[in-house]
Every structure is written in C-alpha cells, then in structure tokens.
C-alpha cells in the first residue's frame, strides 16, 4: 500500500536536473510532494489532483498520470537549497500515505 | 501565524517507561495526525484525530494512544516503551478531515526526538 519511489538516491552537480517517480498499487485521487531536509519537518512542496495535471514550485514541477498510478518530480537547474529527502503521499480512506522516499544532495 | 508546535523537542527515557507527548495545531485546523519517522524511512502513520474523535489509527500496537482536546490540541501518550520506539514523533495539522479524496496540504511541527534506552 505504501507508494514505491525511485530512485532511492541521487547525487546531482548544481545546475543538473533530476527526475523523481512515485508509483502506487492502488487507484490515486491526488498524490501530494513534500521535502524533508535533514533534522527537519516535512514541508508541502505541491498537491496534483487529475491525471495529466503538471504543477510548478520555482524550479520544480511534477505530473500525474492517473491511468497509470503514477506521479514525476521534475527538478531543473537543481540548487544547493533542493538537497534533502523527497517524499510523495497518496491520501487514503484516513490518512496520508507517504512513499519510501528519494533522498537528493546537489554539490557545488 | 504560529505553525504547528510540539513539545518537548527531544526526549530520552528508559525501556519500560511511559511518555506523553504533546501537539498544538494551526489556529482553525481541526485535525491533527500522528506520524512516526524511524532514521532513513518515511513518516509511518499512527492516528488521526478530527473534532476531538479518533478518525483513523495506524498499525500500532495498543501502547500507543491519543486524544485531542477541546482547543484542538494533541497528546500522544506511548506505554511500556520499548528500544524500537525510538524515533522521530510527528504531528501534522488540517484544516479538513483526511479522507481518500482529500487535497489540502499537510502542516507538519518540528517533531519530538524519542530515544529509549
């Protein structure tokens, strides 16, 4: 039940890109993206509610294909401030369900 | 307008003891979860709690329980506290109650730091 991420990990030079994905074996009305950096809370980064449906962070961006139960994290141009643990959620009948998690680190 | 706050911020208590730790949401959410973070793993779900009642409740053994008082503040009270308990306790609040169909963000507090030794 619990969304599966990939990759695991990624280590990026400042100004790569990066692509997160997040799969589910269940059905999504939404699928949520939120960052931890390490120490820290969760912080929301963006909610995508229909398939096909892209939203925007700054740099970051995501789509959703309903069809196949999947979700993409689009990082462009990474920056230093983008490294952290990058975690989707799926909602479910009373909670919030959070992948495995995609842990990034941008160098300089 | 504060964020969710929890206290204590870290906590270190021996096998066998018991620990209430504490949750005030944002002003107007009304629900508040419980999430459990072991190192290097994602936020694994112990209760939602929605207008004071338990609206949801994670694979957790009994040790584990809740309430929400009038001001829509939290406790999460563990028992007979074992090594394995040792994590990161977070509490995130809602404006709505979380349902399948749900699409508002997750406000999360900085966490209790729970070691057992």
């Known amino acids: 039940q619990q969304p599966v991420q990939s990759p695991q990990a990624v280590i990026l030079r400042e100004g790569e890109d990066a692509v997160i994905n997040c799969s589910s074996s269940?059905?999504?009305?939404?699928v949520h993206w939120y960052r931890q950096k390490h120490g820290e809370a969760p912080v929301f980064l963006m909610i995508?509610?229909?398939?096909?449906e892209q939203k925007g962070h700054e740099k970051i961006s995501a789509s959703f294909n309903e069809k196949k139960q999947q979700s993409s994290l689009y990082l462009t141009a990474s920056q230093l401030s983008y490294s952290g643990t990058y975690f989707c959620?799926?909602?479910?009948?009373?909670?919030?369900?959070f992948g495995t998690g995609t842990r990034l680190q941008v160098f300089p | 307008d504060a964020g969710v706050t929890q206290s204590p911020t870290h906590l270190i208590k021996t096998r066998g003891q018991q620990v209430t730790l504490r949750c005030s949401p944002i002003s107007g959410h009304k629900s508040v979860s419980w999430y459990q973070q072991v190192l290097g793993q994602g936020p694994q779900f112990i209760f939602q709690?929605?207008?004071?009642?338990?609206?949801g409740r994670g694979n957790f053994p009994d040790r584990f329980s809740a309430r929400q008082f009038p001001n829509y503040s939290s406790e999460l009270n563990v028992n007979a506290l074992l090594l394995g308990d040792s994590a990161l306790y977070l509490c995130?609040?809602?404006?709505?109650?979380?349902?399948?169909?749900?699409?508002?963000?997750?406000?999360f507090g900085n966490g209790t730091r729970l070691t057992v030794t």
């Open positions: 709690y929605y207008e004071k009642e338990e609206r």
């Open positions: 995130a609040s809602s404006a709505r109650q979380i349902g399948s169909s749900y699409n508002s963000p997750l406000h």
């Open positions: 959620g799926t909602a479910a009948t009373d909670k919030l369900i």
């Open positions: 995508l509610l229909k398939g096909g």
């Open positions: 269940k059905a999504l009305y939404s």
